[in-house]
């Protein structure tokens, strides 16, 4: 029978993090469930990247514990977190533009398997290799593009190579930062339809950023409000919805829909 602590893959207990004296994350606690789609929305400057930037590993926390699947992460180094389990994505300045979609895909396969230092040569003999690729490029609607240069791509298609690029490390949990950004709204519906159905046949847990409260209310689970270094809030979209103090402090009183 699982607890209430297995359920959840991420726990971060009073999480410090200054750049100098500027305290930019000031105690943060907070838990996301395994399997659900979470969201951590906050106006400008709240500390978003920071909090990605601590839990992937990125920085080290001043202070604070995270724990990630009952492992203590929160000194490890970025390479160790993914090799966790825990994901950030991959932005598209990550991306070899000139390769093509799947080799994208196949380094990091290889470096998840130890392989990265004879690429070519596994790239040669390894139809397993390109059958894991082509089956996470499947997931992601990427199937007509496998042998496209990543340039030829349009921008919405790109930011699905960034994901797919994540979940070739294998991840239980996968941090994406504004996976709608500068989409317009076909490709803002498909991105949302995709990370839906990830979760859905993968179970894997994702937590997003976003600024687009349409996004946010319409994929979340849960959601996560952070303003200025510390939470503010935290419940279901309805609970933030009907927050008062989240209204004033951010959403400033609209009425956004939750589809
Ligand atoms: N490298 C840095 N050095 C000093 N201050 C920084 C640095 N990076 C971020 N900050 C400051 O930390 C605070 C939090 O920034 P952060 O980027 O984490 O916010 P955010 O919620 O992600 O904002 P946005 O939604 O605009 O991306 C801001 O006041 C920012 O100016």
Request: charged share 25%.
């Amino acid at each position: 029978m699982s607890t209430s602590q297995e359920s959840k893959i991420l726990q971060v207990e009073n999480l410090h993090f200054s750049y100098g004296k500027f305290k930019v994350l000031k105690g943060i606690s907070l838990s996301v469930e395994t399997g659900k789609i979470a969201a951590l929305i906050g106006p400008n400057g709240a500390g978003k990247t920071t909090f990605y930037n601590v839990i992937s590993g990125g920085v080290i926390p001043n202070m604070g514990k995270i724990i990630f699947d009952g492992l203590d992460i929160t000194n490890f180094k970025a390479d160790k977190v993914v090799k966790a389990g825990l994901c950030r994505s991959f932005q598209i300045t990550n991306i070899f533009e000139d390769l093509t979609v799947i080799e994208n895909i196949f380094i990091p396969l290889l470096i998840r398997d130890g392989k990265y230092l004879k690429f070519w040569d596994n790239l040669k003999n390894k139809k397993d290799l390109y059958d894991e690729a082509k089956e996470i490029l499947n997931l992601v609607g990427l199937e007509d593009f496998i042998f496209s240069k990543v340039n030829e791509l349009a921008y919405g298609d790109k930011r699905r190579v960034e994901i797919a690029i994540t979940l070739a490390t294998n991840p239980k949990m996968i941090l994406l930062d504004e996976p709608t950004a500068g989409m317009n709204p076909s490709e803002t519906e498909r991105m949302v339809k995709l990370i839906k159905d990830l979760n859905e046949k993968t179970n894997t847990t994702i937590l997003i950023t976003e600024h687009d409260m349409n996004v946010v209310f319409g994929i979340s689970d849960y959601i996560y409000v952070l303003h200025q270094g510390e939470l503010l809030a935290s419940g279901t979209p309805y609970e933030i919805r009907e927050n008062e103090r989240v209204r004033e402090a951010y959403l400033g009183g609209a009425d956004y829909v939750i589809s």
